[in-house]
């Protein structure tokens, strides 16, 4: 495989600490073996492809899901758990103009869809993710940033019909988000949930309606004749339509059109141990909104549930053992900052994982052009879980020939351009993470 990080990132180091591992145990799939065959494939088994799976499946496909490791393993079972608006990570000006204003709401619009896409899987399928919080917040840090947000609200409103709620300084100590904030403005779109219950959900879902569940099973080779034939270590899998599903973990051959075509970036994540009540007192923040803030490193952080405190936050350019332990001092340093009074509270849960960009800052899903039957889905900008979930249910429709019935803009139907630079590529990073940690964003 051709991969653009060190083998240490695709290995088990990185999610060793973390912390939803620890809320769901292992389904137990087999390992892929002999020879099959079957409608379509699907490669990948994070959220998009279990959607996908799950999709193809009910509607009575013949579907063979293979997974390099197990259901959920990579970006899907290790994120904050933020189901919210986002996917489309462009400014809306930019979109606009390079897309048209239509095309731009109709981007938005397909957010909130994607959303409810997920809403609708879990009260379907009665999934157990421990949802909580009324939508999601952004915390702003100036006066300006309540400025910026009355003009988002208002684009929020004509796009979606939906008011957001703008909180001014006064008011976010009444509402439990005390910190180092000026304001906040919550849209009500969204929940909070643990990923990795949703992704074994999924994965118990697509099973049960007949898809063919395989983990352990990294496919090495795709040829393509009258069909799609799939190497594993230890099957050979022929599908007359395929799915490609692995968005930050994809390798650049596998299939060659993926080369430069999405670019892997780590998102890093601590939870601590189950906070008192007068730890929670003594900080002020007992929201249990899911919150994000406005900097360029996007900290975003909510109080669990279990009265556990999730804190992530972009950023790691480098990945090793080294790296790693340099990167959780370093997001261990943000967390004390922001709620100073939680400083001597253990975070015992600790990782990282790749979410995957796109040079536009958009998603895609839609056929791979060079593979006539093969389709694929990626780059959400960090926010997978509900368009990643979207995506699937879109792949599982044009993988059938028929048109979706899910909201598909046309922005999503662009296939992503290459980033120059090839496996060098994450050096597009380097500036602006370079200017931001010298800001100490």
């Known amino acids: 495989m051709m991969r653009i990080f060190p083998k240490h990132t695709y290995g088990d180091s990185p999610r060793a600490r973390c912390y939803w591992g620890e809320t769901v145990s292992d389904p137990g799939y087999p390992q892929a073996s002999g020879q099959m065959r079957c409608d379509v494939a699907v490669i990948g088994a994070g959220f998009t492809g279990l959607s996908a799976a799950l999709h193809l499946a009910q509607a009575g496909a013949d579907v063979v899901l293979l997974e390099a490791q197990t259901p959920g393993w990579g970006a899907s079972g290790r994120n904050g758990g933020f189901c919210c608006l986002g996917g489309f990570g462009a400014p809306d000006g930019v979109m606009a103009s390079l897309h048209g204003e239509s095309a731009r709401q109709e981007a938005r619009r397909a957010e909130l869809a994607a959303v409810e896409t997920v809403a609708g899987l879990i009260d379907r399928l009665s999934l157990e993710v421990e949802r909580h919080s009324r939508g999601e917040t952004v915390m702003g840090f100036t006066p300006k940033s309540l400025i910026g947000f009355e003009a988002k609200a208002e684009r929020v409103e004509r796009d979606l019909g939906i008011t957001p709620e703008l909180i001014p300084n006064e008011q976010l100590a009444q509402l439990g988000m005390s910190g180092p904030f000026h304001c906040g403005m919550t849209i009500p779109v969204g929940f909070g949930l643990n990923p990795a219950k949703y992704a074994v959900g999924l994965a118990r879902a697509a099973h049960q309606a007949g898809a063919r569940i395989f983990a352990r099973s990294a496919v090495r080779r795709i040829d393509q004749a009258d069909g799609f034939t799939l190497q594993t270590d230890g099957a050979q899998i022929s599908a007359k339509r395929l799915i490609v599903a692995t968005n930050g973990y994809s390798s650049d051959d596998v299939p060659g059109w993926m080369r430069a075509r999405y670019l892997p970036a780590q998102s890093n994540v601590l939870v601590t141990r189950p906070l008192t009540e007068d730890e929670i007192a003594a900080q002020g923040w007992f929201s249990d909104q899911m919150a994000y803030d406005e900097r360029f490193f996007l900290h975003y952080f909510r109080l669990m549930p279990n009265r556990r405190f999730l804190f992530g936050m972009r950023g790691g350019l480098f990945s090793s053992p080294r790296a790693d332990a340099a990167m959780h001092r370093r997001i261990r340093s943000h967390f004390e900052r922001m709620f100073p009074a939680w400083a001597h509270v253990e975070t015992p849960h600790s990782w990282n994982g790749l979410l995957s960009l796109s040079r536009d800052m958009t998603p895609y899903a839609g056929p791979i052009p060079e593979m006539p039957g093969a389709f ?52 597009w990073l380097w500036p602006a993470y370079a200017v931001a940690t010298v800001r100490g964003d």
């Open 376 to 427: 694929t889905a990626l780059s959400y900008q960090g926010n997978g879980v509900a368009m990643a979930s979207h995506a699937g249910a879109i792949l599982a429709d044009l993988a059938q020939g028929r048109a979706t019935g899910h909201a598909y803009p046309a922005i999503m139907r662009k296939a992503p351009r290459r980033f120059p630079m090839g496996r060098l590529r994450r050096g």
